[in-house]
């Protein structure tokens, strides 16, 4: 799992490393999100830390000739929403209002961050609409299946915090 992370070209690991799918659910406090053990035929391939932050990573890459890396399919990143706050992105990124399931959020050129309950999902995908799709499909992973239930409302005020996004 580890070489697919590096390859992935991912921004952050965790000194910990790799985590199963058991221990992630046995973490204390409310679940956190992912899109299952599978998405559109692509596989969990890691899980990138112990605890918040977390990183799913779904499906492989081929690095171009003479690249040290390249982005996987699509990763969805866990943050405690404390240390990714709605209004932490820098002003001068173009931002774009959306709403997935009744929870707010916004893209940030092609990722996506979504705030749900005391958690902060980004999703970088190959594209944005894939990475709408992985929203729609988003459950916690003590969950038997995917759910169309309505998401938690973030626990602070994304609203505000969002009022510089242009309307999707």
Do not use: H
């Not at 998405?39 to 932050?53: S, V």
Request: proline share 10%.
């Amino acid at each position: 799992m580890a070489a697919v992370a590096a390859a992935a070209g991912c921004s952050w690991t965790d000194s910990e490393g790799d985590s199963t799918l058991e221990e992630i659910r046995a973490l204390p406090g409310p679940a956190p999100y992912f899109v299952g053990e599978e998405f559109e035929e692509l596989p969990l391939t890691a899980i990138l830390g112990r605890t918040l932050p977390l990183s799913f990573i779904y499906g492989d890459c081929e690095p171009p000739p003479g690249e040290g890396g390249c982005p996987t399919p699509l990763e969805v990143q866990v943050w405690p929403i404390e240390r990714r706050p709605p209004g932490i992105i820098s002003e001068t990124i173009a931002c774009r209002k959306v709403t997935v399931r009744g929870a707010e959020g916004a893209f940030f050129g092609s990722d996506l961050d979504l705030y749900v309950g005391n958690q902060t999902i980004t999703i970088f995908a190959d594209s944005q609409e894939r990475a709408l799709r992985a929203a729609e499909a988003l459950r916690p992973v003590d969950a038997d299946r995917a759910t169309s239930e309505d998401l938690p409302a973030p626990s602070v005020d994304a609203e505000a915090a969002l009022a510089r996004c242009s309307e999707a």
